[in-house]
């Protein structure tokens, strides 16, 4: 289920979406534990029981994803982030439970507009908690790439009409 991701992809993903923290080549997406991305990690986040907590693992990041992309991303509603595959169904990528990022498009909302790109985390998520790894080694890549742009494409011409 794979797609191969092109220079003209990269190229596309690095200028709208790259930042710091956020990069992308022929090998997938990678997450580096540098800059916005660490600072948003290391900061006390409240929690409903009033203690502080730290993003430690994958659910930590889930819960606060809204506001790593309001405070962090600029509330660019363009990149989207699911803990577990399956929770998208049936609109999900295949029969896995692995994280992902999708960009472009809406990634809840796929009758409105499909997104374009996703990485999932799939070779290891099963042993391994990619906050756990991106903390312990600096970085983590989201290496399975699918391209999405044919349907979000399709869809655009659709509104367009």
Known sequence: MQDSVTKAV?????????????????????????GSLKEFFQQEHPTDITKKQLIENEIDFEMRFGDFRDDVLGGSGSM??????????????????????????????????PIKYVFMYLDQYQLKDWVVELRKEGKVTFETFIDNSKIHESRLKEYNQ
């Open 80 to 113: 989207e982030y699911c803990g577990d595959n399956d929770k998208l169904y049936p609109n999900h990528f295949g029969l896995t439970n692995a994280p992902l990022f999708s960009f472009g498009g809406f990634l809840y909302e796929q009758d409105e507009l």
């Open 10 to 34: 990269i190229e596309d993903l690095n200028r709208y979406y790259g930042k710091d923290f956020i990069t992308f080549d022929k090998k997938g997406m990678t997450l580096h534990y540098r």
